[in-house]
């Protein structure tokens, strides 16, 4: 990557303080004009032996210094990062949907022609005949290898020659999607009605039922696996064929349900008295020979055995005959085949120049060398043995460097050094941050690469729930919807139902499993963990009413001004109470002048840093403890009232503004601290008992430094003053820059709403 696009890219992946729900432009005003103005002040008590028109021009000059420089940065940061995407004219597409792509002729894919002509030589030799039994045709390998790009090229090489219903995706609604396809007019349909229609279906074409990721079907409940089982029965049948990709890892489960060499089975079936302890035979009998043949009983079995003219034999799943002997030579014969595929180095066919391998080299390795170069064969040869999904991605990935944005031979080899982990980091980094919001982006992905490692899909209101875009602006729902469409486009994740956004899921197993790698490095741990806290109640469905019930009480909370109006009410007061003590009564100046500590010094600080912890206190609360429920609702709101009056008490007691930010910080930290208790989840409560001790801690800190300071001078001189207004904007800055972010608001947000979902 060119040292501009990583400049780029880390400052897109950069935390976010603009949590106000105002646009970025004006917030950066904003924060701009309150921290120069609050910096100003200081200046001001740092230089009382200037004139006051140089005092305010100095200070002029350093709002609009800060001003300024929180713009330039800002535009700095709307710098475009540009997606790896699919070009035409490319050998490698990266990652790709195979369902949407028209044209299987194209430069940029490798071509599954002879796999799917393969499959389809199977199917009229062994399969489509068979009507007795019934060999399911299985492809499985390692997720990423290909399987589901052979069926896309075999659906759309044969889609003319067979009836082909895609059944993939549909196993918990497999009896719905059948009546929607074989029985017409009716909106269901009974297992006869299906079985009929599908006859007069086979009685003028072949039919084909693809069941891509059937993975999927281990994840449902046993009612459901039931039914799909029945349903499989039922159409395996003469001139019917199931083509089934799993991944190679449930293969056993598969054979464990299934007779992959007889679907009319009832699953699995073994002799009786099977003496095998626990070692069980997975699969029927069967020699992969050309000359091989089932011998097929048209009598009834009697004690494990079949009658054939009076002669005992052993059933068809023990026993197959390659030599018929003449007391069957009128037997009902099916031919049988291997019909388990595994799909490995799918990328490895072999070029063809006038009809002779090219020093042996592959089609893969010879496109590497032709577009990118001698180095190409190298980059090749360390990521051949990756899955063809990671290959074509990082193969795309050189081309479009090296096409797109010009990278040099020293760029390109750079990008050749590194592993295949190192790759793929930068590919998420590049693509998340195009999306120009790699904050949500990056929770989208984690929620939903979570999910399909449970095997199920997410309701776009769901997701949205999950994310909570109480953070952002009031166009948040808009700005959500904007990053799953660009999400979508960029073929990381996909809409369930087409031209359909109630439901996404990710893209593939490959990159959920890969994105999860790169998501314990490169997300939050805040955010991961609030992620991680909203899925545990998702997943667990006996929590349904709880979620529920949580969700009418956010819309209820998000509805409430109290923490708002009571903010606004105290930082109003808070400007009429500096104005009385300057302007009507100073009682530091009269009655209690032998505790001023600030002598005869006036600063516009107190009241700036006084408004600026305002702020701090009303994100603390009005994001993360309002979402408290119950009876800790009732005490946030009585504690910040109590913290509001402290803030008024501040501007009064103004020469020890240090003193008294340190104690309400400190009451805030403590509250924080101890608001959870044993019904909320252990990291949950660990999370703001840290925070909030951490809070406690600094305001102790800050009070006994300036208790230390006015004990051994009364009236504290000038220069500890300002060294005191320092270490208050240090504590207000590390404040606001380590929690006002979105990350660690929304961690202490699913801290404070979380419940117990585990036991203890």
């Known amino acids: 990557m060119q040292a501009i696009e990583k400049k780029k890219v880390q400052a897109k992946k950069k935390t976010g303080y603009n949590i106000y729900g105002v646009k970025d432009k004006t917030f950066r005003i904003l924060a701009g004009l309150l921290v120069g103005v609050t910096a100003a002040s200081v200046l001001d008590t740092m230089l009382p032996m200037l004139p006051w028109w140089l005092r305010l021009i100095a200070e002029v000059v350093l709002v609009v210094l800060v001003v300024a420089v929180l713009l330039l940065k800002g535009r700095s940061s709307k710098e475009q990062v540009e997606a790896y995407r699919r070009t035409e004219g490319f050998s490698f597409l990266g990652l790709y949907n195979i369902a949407v792509v028209k044209d299987l002729d194209s430069g940029d894919i490798l071509s599954r022609e002879a796999e799917a002509s393969y499959i389809k030589q199977t199917l009229e030799e062994l399969v489509f005949p068979q009507k007795t039994i019934k060999q399911a045709v299985c492809l499985t390998g390692t997720s990423g290898c290909g399987k589901s790009t052979i069926l896309s090229f075999f659906r759309k090489m044969y889609g003319e020659d067979y009836v082909i219903y895609d059944m993939t995706d549909n196993y918990p609604d497999f009896k719905m999607i059948l009546e929607k396809h074989l029985v017409k007019g009716e909106t269901k349909g009974s297992t006869k009605d299906i079985s009929n229609n599908l006859d007069k279906k086979i009685s003028n074409k072949k039919v084909v039922f693809i069941l891509d990721q059937f993975e999927r079907y281990f994840f449902l409940d046993e009612d459901k696996k039931h039914e799909v089982r029945d349903l499989i029965m039922l159409i395996a049948r003469k001139n019917t064929a ?140 360390k990521h051949k043995a990756e899955p063809l999904i990671e290959q074509q991605i990082f193969y795309h990935m050189a081309e479009y460097e090296k096409k797109r944005k010009n990278a040099t031979d020293e760029m390109l080899l750079e990008m050749y050094d590194l592993e295949s982990y190192e790759l793929l980091n930068q590919y998420f980094d590049i693509q998340l941050t195009s999306t120009n919001d790699y904050y949500n982006a990056s929770r989208i992905l984690y929620l939903l690469s979570t999910a399909r490692m449970h095997q199920v899909v997410m309701k776009k209101t769901d997701l949205i729930f999950g994310l909570n875009p109480d953070y952002l602006s009031p166009e948040g729902h808009k700005q959500l919807s904007k990053v799953l469409e660009d999400l979508v486009d960029l073929q990381l994740i996909r809409q369930t139902v087409k031209d359909s956004d109630l439901e996404y899921e990710i893209a593939h197993d490959f990159i959920a499993q890969s994105y999860l ?76 002048s032998v505790w001023n500590a600030y002598g005869d010094v006036k600063s516009l600080f107190p009241l700036f840093g006084t408004e600026m912890s305002l702020i701090y206190l009303f994100c603390m609360y009005n994001k993360v403890f309002r979402f408290c429920r119950g009876k800790k609702e009732r005490g946030c709101k009585i504690t910040y009232v109590i913290i509001m009056l402290g803030t008024l008490i501040t501007m009064f007691a103004y020469p020890h503004n240090m003193l008294c930010i340190g104690a309400f910080l400190a009451v805030m930290g403590f509250f924080g601290a101890f608001l959870l208790d044993g019904t909320y989840q252990r990291a949950s409560r660990m999370e703001l008992r840290n925070y909030g001790l951490k809070c406690a801690l600094m305001g102790i800190a800050f009070i006994f430094f300036h208790l230390v300071i006015w004990a051994f001078n009364p009236v504290i001189p000038r220069y500890l003053i300002v060294v005191e207004m320092i270490m208050t904007c240090i504590l207000i800055g590390y404040a606001f820059m380590a929690h006002m972010t979105r990350e660690n608001l929304y961690g202490r947000l699913m801290d404070a709403s979380s419940e117990r979902t585990l036991q203890e």
């Open 242 to 381: 199931l083509i089934l990709s799993m991944r190679e890892e449930y293969l056993a489960d598969f054979m464990k349900e299934f007779n992959v060499n007889n679907l009319k089975a009832l699953g699995r079936e073994r002799e009786n008295g099977d003496n095998s302890g626990i070692l069980n035979d997975l699969v029927s009998t069967i020699k992969d020979s050309s000359q091989n043949y089932f011998i097929l009983p048209d009598k009834s079995s009697e004690n494990g055995y079949e009658k054939w003219y009076d002669n005992l034999i052993k059933t068809n799943h023990r026993i197959h005959y390659e030599h018929i002997g003449p007391a069957f030579e009128d037997a009902a014969l099916e031919k049988v085949g291997n019909t388990i595929f595994y799909c490995e180095n799918q990328n490895d066919a072999h070029t063809q120049e006038n009809a002779e391998d090219r020093f042996g080299m592959t089609k893969l390795e010879r496109k590497c060398e032709l577009q990118l170069g001698e180095d190409g064969k190298h980059y090749y040869e």
């Open 517 to 592: 790698n790169y998501s314990s490095s490169n997300i939050d741990r805040n955010v991961r963990g609030a992620l991680d806290i909203y899925l545990s109640e998702y997943l667990d469905t006996s929590k349904a009413e709880g979620i529920r019930v949580k969700r009418e009480f956010f819309k209820r909370v998000h509805q409430s001004g109290y923490y708002r109006n009571l903010t606004i009410t105290f930082a109003i007061l808070a400007v009429i109470a500096y104005a009385f003590v300057n302007l009507v009564y100073n009682p530091w100046t009269h009655g209690l």
